[in-house]
């Protein structure tokens, strides 16, 4: 079963950035969608940002023009770079695989990552 390993997060200052990594390992056969979704306090998980794997991307009104999303596929890794950040970017940023195959299964599977804090302030 695939594991998503999560890395990247940390405080930043108004206007700073970070870059966000998240791998999925074992055998994979291929992935439809990797993305990245946050959730602060006392809101909703929203969406932030998708890569599919024909690199077509789709990012949050509140992102847009300041965050990037890329993959690796054959790392099967997936890639936020945050910048221009904003205080209200504060969230708990949870990866997202959709649509993963194992070599040895041709059903599809979704997996999330544990998190990591992303917080920014002066």
């Known amino acids: 079963q695939a594991q998503l390993v999560e890395s990247g997060g940390g405080s930043a200052q108004p206007g700073g950035s970070l870059r966000l990594s998240c791998a999925a390992s074992g055998s994979i056969f291929s992935i439809n969608t990797m993305g990245w979704y946050r959730q602060a306090p006392g809101k909703e998980r929203e969406l932030v940002a998708t890569i599919t794997s024909g690199d077509n991307t789709k990012y949050a009104d509140s992102v847009k023009g300041r965050f990037t999303i890329s993959s690796d596929s054959a790392k099967n890794t997936v890639y936020l770079q945050l910048n221009s950040l904003k205080p209200e970017d504060t969230a708990v940023y949870y990866c997202?695989?959709?649509?993963?195959?194992?070599?040895?299964?041709?059903?599809?599977?979704?997996?999330w990552g544990q998190g990591t804090q992303v917080t920014v302030s002066s």
């Open positions: 997202n695989v959709d649509g993963l195959r194992y070599y040895s299964d041709l059903r599809y599977y979704t997996f």
